[in-house]
């Protein structure tokens, strides 16, 4: 596509339910990147993708956070029994070379109530 | 480990006037540098970057940055702001050697006044 997709652009959940956000890169993009941001702060990394397999997933809060990327293309982050502190705007980034930087998409908002 | 300082948190500029946000990093070599734009419920827009070659890079929307070795800084500017440049800025920082993730700064709040 033209642009990094994200879905949904907006989710609220009840604490202790699981959730999904999905992100669909650039084509042909190998990276790919997940950051989250909380209301005031600069952006966190979770996990990156250099095509189905992930290097680094150090910034994985807890093991209630998942990532997955198959196919090279679409990457689900899943995040199991969602506590408030949770709630934050997940952002997806893909890239062709280091050099390029990221291509960010307009993020997830995910409130837990 | 590399690592962003973004000293202002928030700066104030009159429409037309320049404008200045400071970005200094700490890293052992010469890495990739970046400045993105977050407009108010939007995502990240790459405004510039920096891997080699000439210091002053010039970017979208009338910005410019330079970076300075030996301060370790890559400092943006822009000659005369507009009031849609009200957003907020992050820089960002990238190894030359690796495609590991980017350590952001903390972000510049800019609001513009009339």
């Known amino acids: 596509g033209a642009g990094v997709s994200q879905s949904p652009s907006n989710k609220v959940t009840e604490k202790g339910k699981d959730v999904e956000l999905r992100c669909d890169p650039i084509s042909g993009h190998t990276a790919l990147y997940w950051y989250r941001q909380s209301l005031g702060q600069g952006l966190e990394f979770l996990i990156y993708?250099?095509?189905?397999?992930?290097?680094?997933k150090s910034g994985l809060p807890s093991d209630r956070f998942s990532a997955e990327r198959t196919g090279g293309s679409v990457s689900t982050l899943t995040i199991q029994r969602t506590q408030q502190e949770d709630s934050a705007v997940y952002l997806c980034?893909?890239?062709?070379?280091?050099?390029?930087?990221?291509?960010f998409g307009s993020g997830t908002r995910l409130t837990v109530v | 480990a590399q690592s962003v300082t973004q000293p202002d948190i928030h700066i104030t500029v009159s429409e037309g006037a320049s404008l200045e946000l400071r970005c200094n990093y700490s890293?052992?070599?010469?890495?990739?540098l970046f400045w993105y734009v977050q407009s108010p419920g939007q995502g990240l827009q790459l405004l510039l970057k920096y891997f080699s070659g000439d210091t002053l890079v010039q970017g979208i929307k009338g910005f410019e940055a330079e970076f300075k070795r030996s301060q370790s800084s890559f400092n943006l500017r822009k000659p005369s702001v507009h009031w849609s440049d009200a957003a907020e800025y992050f820089c960002a920082v990238g190894e030359t050697d690796s495609w590991g993730k980017l350590q952001f700064g903390a972000g510049t709040q800019v609001v513009v006044t009339p």
């Open positions: 980034a893909s890239s062709l070379a280091r050099s390029d930087g990221y291509t």
């Open positions: 890293y052992g070599a010469t890495p990739y």
């Open positions: 993708f250099q095509g189905n397999s992930a290097p680094d």
